[in-house]
């Protein structure tokens, strides 16, 4: 049973720095295409980045030279560093694969303050 957890959410003030973990069982992260996610309220869930098995990184535009995945294949792990937040980075966000499955975790809430 698959099953992503993500953590390191929190509220930051514009411009700052966080950094989001997903611990993954039940699936390893280095043989599958893996990716974050996010939810802005009343908004659909959006694409952020990918991660391939071959370590291929394609970013959506919006965070491009501001996020880093990366990941951590002996604790099984994916992590999603941010940095020069900006509050329309407001959102839940969630790990999955790429595409993404049903198995959606709970997610992890950024607020980013103006």
């Known amino acids: 049973q698959v099953q992503l957890v993500e953590s390191g959410g929190g509220l930051v003030q514009a411009g700052g720095s966080l950094r989001l973990s997903c611990a993954a069982s039940?699936?390893?992260?280095?043989?599958?295409?893996m990716g974050w996610y996010r939810q802005a309220p009343g908004k659909r869930r959006e694409f952020v980045v990918r991660?391939?098995?071959?370590?291929?990184?394609h970013y959506t535009a919006s965070v491009k030279g501001r996020f880093t995945i990366s990941r951590d294949n002996a604790l099984n792990t994916m992590y999603l560093q941010m940095s020069s937040l900006r509050p329309e980075d407001t959102a839940v966000y969630f790990c999955?694969?790429?595409?993404?499955?049903?198995?959606w975790g709970q997610g992890t809430q950024v607020t980013v303050s103006s």
């Open positions: 999955n694969q790429v595409p993404p499955s049903m198995n």
């Open positions: 039940g699936i390893n992260v280095s043989n599958n295409d």
């Open positions: 991660l391939s098995s071959s370590g291929f990184t």
